[in-house]
């Protein structure tokens, strides 16, 4: 059983930065794909970037690509999203998520092991 919790977010301009840590605890983190899902007031939870097991494939949706970098530390088991350039759609509680299959992460069909979120809130 693996227990994932975030922490680092809180409220930031517009603009501004923020990074996000997920660690892990429970299992063998290097077995698992881990990934970033959002969810915004009113809307569905949503895919944000997903990291293979060693961190050689990464895998963004379009509306963060070349602002948000995923990366992962398997000696600390940790995860992280450095988020730069926040804008105000960005504002969403942010979850960490790990899988067996790094696929079931970027196609959003499953997760094991989820976290229970950490809000994000972006003011102009």
């Known amino acids: 059983q693996v227990q994932l919790a975030e922490s680092g977010g809180g409220l930031v301009q517009a603009g501004g930065s923020l990074r996000l840590s997920c660690a892990a605890s429970?299992?063998?983190?290097?077995?698992?794909?881990l990934g970033w899902f959002r969810q915004a007031p009113g809307k569905e939870r949503r895919l944000v970037a997903v990291?293979?097991?060693?961190?050689?494939?990464?895998y963004y949706v379009d509306s963060v690509k070349g602002r948000f970098t995923i990366s992962r530390d398997n000696q600390k088991n940790t995860m992280f999203l450095q988020m730069n350039n926040l804008n105000l759609e960005d504002t969403a509680v942010y979850y960490c998520?790990?899988?067996?299959?790094?696929?079931?992460?970027?196609?959003?069909?499953?997760?094991?092991?989820w976290g229970r979120g950490t809000q994000v809130t972006v003011s102009s």
């Open positions: 998520a790990a899988s067996n299959l790094y696929t079931s992460l970027v196609e959003g069909i499953r997760a094991d092991y």
């Open positions: 429970g299992g063998t983190f290097g077995d698992y794909a």
């Open positions: 990291v293979s097991w060693n961190g050689a494939n990464r």
